[in-house]
């Protein structure tokens, strides 16, 4: 069984600073890992796919790695808002197509 | 620009009692979704459907039921209301499988649910 968990649940920054979340699965046998935002009170957005065959995506002010051997991933966002507080779930596409999500971790960038 | 749209965006209901979460989608998506967040929980698959007229379970189905009879609209079921089915329900879609954009699921904003 996939298990996906995300340290720490919560992370606060003045802004400016870069922020590093992480993302760890059990299972190495994936297809793609997605890192989506979630503001409160709203659905989740997609913000970065990364198929198993990459190590990194990028989009703009954000980057996000995947080690499948470790069963790692983590999204880096540089230089850091507060429109970037919200909360980031990565999710993992398992061999049976579905998705097994993190309980994510909630951002506060402290203007 | 629509996307995935859920109806209503509250809900409270009193046990025993019985309604139908809507989700419709614009995007002519063959895959949809239904999942629920707990507090402190990431999201857990209730059903899910990859074509019209054709559902399947996902890990948490029990008291939940779908139908798909178009390939616009994905309704869940709620037959007899428990305390344990309080949370927040998120429909989502997809274009089907293959790689990149197209494994992309597009989420509407949720469903609040309260079971008293």
């Known amino acids: 069984k996939q298990e996906v968990t995300q340290i720490p649940a919560a992370l606060s920054v003045p802004e400016g600073e870069n922020l590093v979340l992480n993302c760890s699965f059990t299972?190495?046998?994936?297809?793609?890992l997605q890192w989506f935002r979630q503001d409160p009170g709203k659905g989740l957005t997609s913000l970065l796919l990364?198929?198993?065959?990459?190590r990194e995506q990028t989009s703009g002010r954000l980057n996000a790695s995947l080690d499948k051997s470790s069963g790692r991933s983590t999204l880096y966002i540089a230089a850091s808002q507060p429109g970037d507080s919200a909360t980031y779930l990565c999710?993992?596409?398992?061999?049976?197509?579905?998705?097994?999500f993190g309980a994510g971790t909630t951002v506060t960038v402290r203007a | 620009n629509a996307g995935v749209t859920q109806t209503p965006k509250f809900r409270i209901l009193k046990i025993g009692q019985s309604m139908t979460l809507q989700c419709a989608q614009d995007m002519n998506h063959n895959y949809m979704y239904w999942y629920r967040q707990d507090p402190g929980m990431g999201l857990k698959l209730i059903y899910y459907?990859?074509?019209?007229?054709?559902?399947d379970k996902g890990e948490v189905p029990n008291g939940y039921n779908v139908s798909r009879s178009t390939t616009e609209d994905f309704p869940l079921r709620l037959e007899l209301a428990a305390p344990s089915q309080t949370s927040v329900y998120f429909c989502a879609s997809k274009t089907g499988i293959g790689l990149g954009a197209k494994n992309i699921q597009y989420f509407g904003a949720g469903t609040r649910l309260s079971v008293l």
């Open positions: 459907s990859v074509g019209a007229g054709i559902t």
């Open positions: 999710a993992v596409r398992r061999s049976d197509y579905k998705l097994s």
């Open positions: 990364i198929q198993s065959s990459q």
């Open positions: 299972d190495s046998a994936i297809y793609n």
